[in-house]
């Protein structure tokens, strides 16, 4: 899992993330750090939170609904 979000931080690739909790996030990764599974996300409408990688039920790439 790690991998693949680095992969998205390092392409700056914005992300639609589901919590265990069904709460969810859509935004980008702003770090991750390397000595914690953890990472900073900014969301769209929240701002910064931390994020640990085991709250993470699925990602995906985020995509703008069409209104």
């Known amino acids: 899992m790690k991998k693949k979000l680095e992969f998205f931080f390092n392409n700056k690739i914005k992300l639609h993330i589901v919590l265990l909790t069904n709460y969810f996030y859509n935004g980008s990764i702003l770090d991750i750090?390397?000595?914690?599974?953890?990472?900073?996300?900014?969301?769209?409408?929240?701002?910064?939170?931390?994020?640990?990688?085991?709250e993470i039920?699925?990602?995906?790439?985020?995509?703008?609904v069409q209104r």
């Open 57 to 64: 039920k699925k990602f995906e790439p985020f995509t703008e």
């Open 33 to 54: 750090t390397s000595d914690k599974d953890l990472m900073v996300f900014k969301d769209d409408k929240l701002g910064t939170v931390p994020v640990l990688f085991e």
